[in-house]
């Protein structure tokens, strides 16, 4: 069976530090795919970044980036120099490979920014 | 290009009641899902389909049918309402060849009282 785990359920900071958000995920699966999802307040779930299990290269997209460590069986997300618009649930979520349709999601991490 | 659309946005219904949340996308996606959102736990899978005619259960499926009879629609029934069955359901699509990122829809909130 497939598990997600995001230990932390709510972090506060203040604008323009920075935060790092923690995924931790069990599989039997040699391929498989890792994702993280926003959950702004408005509600819908926005698609941030797939990570398939073969590819390890962290990856940065302006002030998100990503650290994949298979050893550890990690995926890691930080929010650079955070923002309020940062504010909202974030969702690493697994699934095998070509079942994107079927995804084990973690509890959530609620990111609070303030001013 | 509308992605995936789901109705009603908010429902209240009152315990024994039935009702269809309504899900389609325009992506022709082979693969959707119905999750549930309960606090703290993430999102659950309910139902999923990999094809028109076909369906499957997930991690919580008792009060809950699917049926997908086209690739673009994929109601979720609520056979008997009861107050455990509120929450948010958002329905997701996706394709069956990458990539794989399952993009959701914007989900309905249910209040079963």
């Known amino acids: 069976a497939q598990k997600v785990t995001q230990a932390q359920t709510e972090i506060s900071v203040v604008e323009k530090e920075d935060v790092t958000l923690d995924c931790v995920y069990e599989?039997?699966?040699?391929?498989?795919?890792l994702f993280w999802y926003k959950q702004p307040p408005s509600g819908e779930l926005v698609f941030l970044i797939r990570?398939?299990?073969?590819?390890?290269q962290n990856e940065i997209s302006g002030r998100y980036s990503w650290n994949f460590q298979k050893s550890t069986s990690s995926f890691n997300f930080t929010i650079t120099a955070s923002q309020v618009v940062d504010s909202a649930v974030y969702f690493c979520a697994l699934s095998k490979k070509a079942a994107g349709n079927k995804l084990t999601f973690g509890g959530g991490t609620r990111v609070l920014v303030k001013p | 290009n509308a992605g995936v659309t789901q109705t009603p946005k908010f429902q209240v219904l009152k315990t024994g009641q039935s009702m269809t949340l309504q899900c389609a996308q325009d992506?022709?996606?082979?693969?959707m899902s119905w999750y549930r959102q309960d606090p703290g736990m993430g999102l659950r899978l309910i139902h999923y389909?990999?094809?028109?005619?076909?369906?499957d259960q997930g991690e919580v499926p008792n009060g809950y049918n699917v049926s997908r009879s086209t690739t673009e629609d994929f109601p979720l029934r609520l056979l008997s309402a009861a107050p455990s069955q509120t929450s948010v359901y958002f329905c997701a699509s996706s394709y069956r060849v990458g990539p794989y990122e399952a993009f959701f829809g914007q989900g309905t909130r249910l209040t079963v009282v």
């Open positions: 389909s990999v094809g028109a005619g076909i369906t």
């Open positions: 990570r398939n299990s073969f590819d390890e």
């Open positions: 992506m022709n996606h082979e693969y």
């Open positions: 599989t039997r699966d040699t391929t498989y795919y």
